[in-house]
């Protein structure tokens, strides 16, 4: 837009378009050279062979949680559930505790709600 030559203005434009399509050109290489690693085929091979170690190791986790769960089944104080909270790492743990302590909050609260009145009998 500096020079009033049209036909400088369209040399310019002309490069312009050019140096656009190299660029394209180079962006599309270098996605196909990423899409066909052969790195990638080996790393899914990997996760075949480990996928029955990882398995397992889920079904123990299962196991240790469906022990934790019948431990704090019979934990009736808060304050151990807490301290038992703090020190957990999991997250699956950290749930089941927060379940267990809500599930006795729950209880208290209903232990101390009044009963209703019986109806009087006339």
Known sequence: ?????????????????????????????ALASKRFRTERGSRRHDDKENWPRSQRLEEEQQ????????????ITDVEELTKRLRAAGEYEERKLIRAAIR??????IE???PSPCPKAVT
């Open 63 to 74: 196991t240790a949680l469906a022990a934790l769960a019948q431990q704090l089944e019979g």
């Open 111 to 113: 232990g101390e709600a």
């Open 1 to 29: 837009e500096a020079t009033l030559d049209l036909a400088e203005r369209r040399r310019i434009r002309s490069a312009i378009r050019e140096l656009q399509r190299q660029e394209l050109e180079r962006d599309e290489e």
């Open 103 to 108: 599930k006795l909050r729950a209880e208290e």
